[in-house]
């Protein structure tokens, strides 16, 4: 059967610093950091490690007075270190006086993320009876040309809304679940702060929407609701997906069905790093999803086979563990020089069975030797064996094969 390329939804293109963000555009990978937004150093630190793993845009916190005030340090420390990489300032309850009282944090930040359900139309709890926190940050943002993601979450939808939407459910002949009344209370909170940030002002095509939930199903049936009423580019991600492989495969399960319905713009995996885990995990795994559905290519991606009573060394995993950290670890570097590199193939097999056949389909493959095999490698690049390597060098040696096929093969720029 002929496989058919994914159908993207038509969206509105919305512009972040010069990036682009639906239309024809491609999935954006977006992330963020978890450091503490006052502590300059190591927030633009942390930005820099995400967008040298390949984060196109960063989000940070910006929850307080002392951290609206880095914003601006870290944009200039972040230029300084030659990474361009947009920011994205995540607002809550107390943004719209953030954002009035520190205009270079305005400036400096590329997007603004609210979220409705506690930034609420009026707060008189704050000492100014009346204040309206929402149009106020939509005020800034067209004041200052910014972009905004209006973000429901399940965790924080607006009460009120809900409240109003069960009492009205309540009334009907053949009352709906609570959980699709939830749902659709999402949708709704989305749509309407949408068309009320565009009755204030702010252009339709400076408008993301997300609807974020923590269980799969749900946020399935929610984005497909959402694409259907709307042609707002969508942030897609688990509000809450968990740490280590629950954490991936629930994200990887959900986004990969929007994905293939063509729904979504740009992805988070939001997973929860073990302590002192690798924040740039989470940029992994999203490239990852979108590169093994053929929908972008970040990196060259290593097929390894998985090991059987074949394999009962470890050198192949060994191999395949080294070559593929190798290979992300030269990304930056080679995303400057070559073309095309990001699409390159390489494969590491643990025996004759598949190994040749695997090695053949791959750029650059290499068939180790099983257990009671013949000790060598037997190489091929491009479908043709062009060497067999022995000894205790083999990784030093297929690496630097590695290195000179991406020299000659993938034009400098």
């Known amino acids: 059967m002929i496989q058919h390329p994914v159908q993207r939804r038509t969206t509105r293109r919305v512009m972040v610093d010069g990036f682009a963000i639906g239309g024809s555009s491609p999935v954006v990978v977006q992330s963020m950091t978890n450091t503490d937004t006052a502590d300059a150093r190591g927030t633009a630190q942390q930005v820099y490690e995400l967008a040298q793993a390949g984060s196109e845009l960063v989000r940070i916190t910006v929850n307080t007075a002392e951290a609206a005030a880095q914003v601006s340090h ?19 309850y107390n943004g719209h006086r953030l954002l009035t009282d520190f205009p270079e944090c305005a400036r400096a930040l590329a997007k603004y993320r609210i979220n ?12 100014h009876p009346g204040e309206d926190p929402f149009a106020m940050m939509i005020s800034i943002a067209i004041k200052y040309d910014k972009p905004v993601r209006i973000g429901v979450n399940w965790g924080s939808l607006d009460q009120n809304l809900v409240v109003r939407m069960m009492d009205e459910n ?64 969508l942030h897609l991600g688990l509000t809450e997906a968990g740490m280590g492989s629950k954490g991936i495969v629930a994200s990887t399960a959900a986004l990969s069905v929007l994905l293939q319905e063509g729904i979504g713009d740009t992805i988070r995996v939001s997973l929860t790093p073990e302590p002192g885990g690798d924040r740039a995990q989470e940029v992994v795994v999203a490239q990852e999803i979108l590169q093994t559905m053929g929908l972008r290519s ?25 070559i593929q950290s190798y290979l992300r670890a030269q990304m930056p570097l080679w995303r400057i020089q070559y073309d095309g590199v990001e699409n390159m193939k390489v494969a590491v097999m643990g025996c004759i069975v598949n190994g040749p056949g695997e090695s053949k389909l791959a750029n650059i ?49």
């Open 116 to 127: 409705p359900g506690n930034v609420g139309t009026n707060r008189k709890s704050t000492g």
């Open 298 to 322: 970040f990196a060259p991606m290593v097929t390894a086979c998985p090991g059987c009573g074949r394999t009962t060394s470890t050198v192949f995993q060994e191999l395949a563990q080294s």
């Open 365 to 413: 493959g290499i068939s180790l030797p099983g257990t009671g095999e013949n000790p060598a490698a037997p190489v091929y690049v491009d479908g043709e064996r062009v060497t067999t390597l022995r000894g205790d060098n083999i990784a030093r040696e297929f690496q630097r094969i590695v290195d000179e096929y991406v020299a000659n093969k993938y034009v400098r720029r």
């Open 170 to 233: 309540a009334r009907r002949e053949q009352p709906e679940e609570v959980a699709e009344v939830t749902r659709e209370a999402l949708i709704v909170s989305a749509l309407e702060s949408a068309k009320r940030a565009e009755e204030l002002g702010l252009s339709h095509d400076r408008i993301v929407l997300s609807c974020k939930v923590s269980e799969v199903q749900d946020l399935i049936a929610v984005y497909r609701e959402l694409a259907r009423r709307c042609d707002y580019p």
């Open 74 to 92: 870290i944009r200039k420390i972040l230029d300084g270190m030659q990474c361009a990489v947009p920011l994205i300032g995540d607002f809550h």
